[in-house]
Nanobody, 115 residues
Framework: QVQFVESGGGLVQPGGSLRLSCTAS????????MGWYRQAPGKQRELVAQ???????NYADSVKGRFTISRDNTENTVYLLMNSLKPEDTAVYYC?????????WGQGTQVTVSS
């Protein structure tokens, strides 16, 4: 079974940037789509961005123009570049991969945007 490991979270000031990485223990090629979700305290988990095997992307309205999702199948890694971060972006960010009828999740990485 493929496992996902996220990294790159941390504390950043408003307006700053972070790049999250999600590396799979096996091939990422068949997962379609791959995505990033986030969950803030007291809120439901929500979709942030998705990318298909054909590199088609989809973003939540709240992050359009600020976040960019990409995938590198040769490195089995999906990235989320986050620019112009806001305090409301504070959450645990989870990597997700959809394969057949199943969804696979990473353990999450904390992103905190605060001055």
């Amino acid at each position: 079974q493929v496992q996902f490991v996220e990294s790159g979270g941390g504390l950043v000031q408003p307006g700053g940037s972070l790049r999250l990485s999600c590396t799979a223990s096996g091939s990422l090629f068949s997962f379609n789509p791959m995505g990033w979700y986030r969950q803030a305290p007291g809120k439901q988990r929500e979709l942030v961005a998705q990318i298909t095997t054909g590199d088609h992307t989809n973003y939540a309205d709240s992050v359009k123009g600020r976040f960019t999702i990409s995938r590198d199948n040769t490195e089995n890694t999906v990235y989320l570049l986050m620019n112009s971060l806001k305090p409301e972006d504070t959450a645990v960010y989870y990597c997700n991969g959809h394969l057949g009828l199943a969804d696979y999740w990473g353990q999450g990485t904390q992103v905190t945007v605060s001055s």
